[in-house]
């Protein structure tokens, strides 16, 4: 009986051990994790807007220049970030925009840059997604993301909306799709639209 209650108390000690040492584990390192998502999210502005980094550049870096030539602006709802380096004196190369949300597998998330006149495309880039490598995971590949640089936010008539698709004419608004991967596309076009309506109409 005791050597029960003896066995119990020691588990009952070991456990809530372990779980103190979790605890400080997660404290310890989530400066960290928020300093490397900050940079990651930071490097993806960046990409986008074509901002230029430094060969090899740190996670500090990174943010610096980040810092340096790009303002964040709110706008109601709406959140962009401005391309405007000092030697610019004030004038804006770019503005990129957030876009997200659900993708097939899980949350995709990522930003669209445009170009001074606000329809053409400067990058687009995805910064978190789970989709399934060699299929919808091709939505972070070069070749695909490059599609978009130099496309148009409207097509012919003026109507806002960019389409991912392999079947129909190539158009100014249209880049193509990933083969298997129709479903990831088709919600990566409706994140990307939901963006695009977003600064179309806070340009209005």
């Known amino acids: 009986m005791k050597g ?8 009952a000690v070991l456990g809530s051990a372990c779980a103190l040492l979790l605890t400080a584990a997660a404290s310890f390192t989530k400066p960290y994790k928020e300093a490397n998502q900050k940079a990651e999210e930071a490097k993806n502005i960046l990409l986008a807007l074509k901002v230029p980094l ?9 943010v610096e220049v980040r810092e340096k030539n790009v303002q964040e602006k709110t706008r109601g ?3 962009t970030y401005e391309y405007s380096p000092p030697e610019a004196g004030g004038k804006v190369l770019a503005t990129a925009m957030r876009f997200a949300g659900p993708g097939l597998w899980g949350p995709v998330k990522g930003f669209l840059a ?5 329809k053409t495309i400067r990058g687009m880039t995805i910064y978190e997604q789970e989709e399934t490598p060699g299929l919808g995971g091709e939505i972070v590949a070069p070749w695909f993301r490059d599609q978009f640089v ?6 012919s008539a003026g109507v806002p909306g960019i389409i991912i698709s392999m079947r129909g004419e190539p158009a100014a608004n249209k880049v193509d799709g990933i083969s298997g991967a129709t ?5 990566v076009q409706a994140m990307l639209n939901e963006a ?8 209005q």
């Open 150 to 155: 130099g496309k148009s936010i409207v097509d």
């Open 114 to 118: 445009l170009e001074p006149d606000m």
């Open 196 to 203: 695009i309506k977003s600064i179309v109409e806070e340009k």
């Open 54 to 62: 430094p060969d090899n550049a740190s996670s500090s870096q990174v």
């Open 183 to 187: 479903m990831t596309c088709d919600k």
């Open 4 to 11: 029960s209650a003896y066995t119990i108390g020691f588990a």
């Open 77 to 79: 709802e709406l959140t």
